[in-house]
């Protein structure tokens, strides 16, 4: 794997106050660069899901996870291979659409992209678009043409692909 | 039994058998104090009550390195509690099992910048293993279970549990804690993978040349008997880090001294020369190895460590065994006895007894840059008190001359504040380690610039009864900031003289002690000879030049072989 591929570490911990800080702390800490981080509920009760995306080497990654998994908090830690995981992150982008002509170029490509005009306005839509990353950001690339008003991302949320459970040894 | 959450914290140290706690009562723990007063009158949980909560935190964590047992410090919110942190910060780097019981501004009052209040589990989460904060009085008996589970096993190292003043009111029905599970925490068996065992073994017995390099895990895991065993049927020569000085007697043939930046010169010509280093319990600190990328670099490397994270964290090794020191180097030597004892004599013993030669008159001469040199101090205190003794240190030159001259006979019986390198530990290290072992002499080698960042614990000593004898190495300068000056910045000592104050024996009478100023080696061996069974605190004032170095020395980020003998 070429030494800036994207990184995917999913972690299941418990859900209590100060788990996302001493996550955080860590990683501040020990002087990693994370790309996204986000946090979330899972299938079970009194667990969450933190998934950490960053740009880096093996050994990076490796002793990123073993460090995170110092934490008690911490159920289980692991890498998740690109290739063998299912990513999405989602954003939301507000284009200035005050023009017909440019309005209806921005729904073909919302169409192109499977995206959603979530909210319009005479002068503006706020469109959301779920995928990969690489994906969101051709939709972005685009955009910028019309005029970009704001932006927010989720940061991505990921599972490996197939029947097994990180959980399932619980 | 239905009691207040006070009296549930002090249930839960009696069932971990606690017996002392060194701290400072405030306003959010004097219900917490009030729980105390009556085992004071019982006189069944001893309270040490310090003048610093710094000092109270040291003190814990010396007790804990003497005994091999948690040791307990508690302060109130805010300014009780931030005056911990250093301490705590010791013990983290240290791998120390310190237990700190920290009030807090009741509830309601939180986050609300109340009176005395401080994040303090915010301030302590990145030097603990683990932070909690009570928030029922319910979680009292599952939390400090927890607290002393997570402290003393696998790597240990500090727990805070922080409890806001309300909670110490509330009532709870207190019950020992049954075994109690935080998220992913495992305690390990610390059995080593016998796949492992079988690649190091294939090592073990393809090297000429073995260096055995022990840490403060060895210390630790009580695994002193192992790796003298281990090292003895290789045979292999030990060198070891600072942390892991008394893990071999350093009287023991085979034992090289410590390694690193004022290592001895057979113990880093050893690493530079050896074809297979075995580095256990220890973490390949800077410090400790010169220059990273160069050590070992002809070698090949076996590390042992109950820590997965340490494995590859600082540098790349061949043969990684995570597990516990005194499992793993027993587990090896079984194995090497199995495939037969290899022979005694050979070019590489050889090799060691002709570096140790070589060395031999640098450490034996006696030479000082005026007054008392810190080399003869150190074998005069080596062989006037009892081979049991426990020695504490300062930090800086003191440390180092402590490190490099005086030679430790039993592990746990040299307490140094190693990782975080925080002057002022030595003192009340000394004190936590005398209540800790009381039937053992304790002496604590300090420099002046160091022993005034907590000699106010001095009345603690008096008051408490705890009779350390401190011998202060006194250059009236900060020796080993200076000594850098001296090598690196062109002798521009900047703000390192401390001037001509304060006189040490006075200030020891001021508190009740002892004190002592000694002018030549005759005074200094009868002072120590005298302050060996005494029933005081003692504080022995040496002078010593300020142009002394320590030496030999690595420059930083040199290899080990680069090294500076004089200057």
Known sequence: MAEDEMRIISALVEDRPGVLFKVASLIRRRGFNIATITVGGTEKEKVSRITITMKGNAAIVEQLVKQLSKIPDVIKISELEPEASAFRELALVKV???????????????SIFRARVIDASKDSLVIEVVGQPRKIQAFLDLMKGFGIIEMAKTGIVALSRGAKSASAAD | MRVSGAKAVVEALRDEK??????????????FYDALYECAEKGDLRHILARHEQCAAHMADGYARAKGMPGVCTATSGPGATNLVTGIAVAHMDSSPVVAITGQVPRTM????????????????????????????????DTMRAAFMLANTNRKGPVLVDIPKDVFYEE????????VRIGGYVVKSGEPHPYS?????????ESERPLIVAGGGVIASNASAELVRLAELMPAPVATTLMGKGAIPEVHPLSLGMIGMHGKGEANMAAEEADLLIAVGMRFNDRTVGRMEKFGENARIIHIDIDPAEIGKN???????????????????????????????NEWSKRIAELKEKYREFYNSDESKGALSPKRIMKILRSSIPERSIVTTGVGQNQMWAALHFQVLEPRTFITSGGLGAMGFGFPASL??????????????????????????????VVERIPTVTLVLDNRVLGMVRQWQCMFCDKRYSETDLGAVPDFAKLAEAYGAEGIRVENYGDLES?????????????????????????????????????????
């Open chain 2, 110 to 141: 939180i986050g609300k910048d109340a009176f005395q209040e401080a994040d303090i589990v915010g301030i302590v989460t990145p030097i603990t293993k683990y932070a909690f904060q009570i928030t029922n009085a319910s979680e009292i008996p």
């Open chain 1, 96 to 110: 200035s659409a005050a023009e017909p002509a440019k309005r209806s170029d921005i729904l073909n490509y919302i």
């Open chain 2, 172 to 179: 709870v029905d207190y019950m020992e804690a049954e075994k």
């Open chain 2, 197 to 205: 065992i079988k690649r190091a073994l294939g090592l073990v017995l």
């Open chain 2, 18 to 31: 606690i017996e002392v706690i060194f701290g400072i009562p405030g306003g959010s723990t004097i219900p």
């Open chain 2, 527 to 567: 002072a120590i000879r005298r302050s060996v069974g005494a029933e005081v605190p003692v504080v022995i004032d040496v002078p010593v030049s300020r142009d002394e170095k320590v030496l030999p020395m690595v420059p930083p980020g040199k290899t080990l072989r680069e090294v500076v003998w004089f200057g």
């Open chain 2, 315 to 345: 540098l790349g090794v061949d043969v990684p065994i995570v597990a516990d020191a005194r499992k793993a180097l027993g587990t090896l030597a079984d194995r090497l006895l199995e495939v037969g004892i290899r022979k005694k004599e």
């Open chain 2, 432 to 461: 936590g380690a005398k209540v800790a072992c009381p039937d053992r002499p304790v002496f604590n080698i300090d420099g002046d610039g160091s022993f005034l960042m907590t000699e106010q614990d001095l009345a603690t000593a």
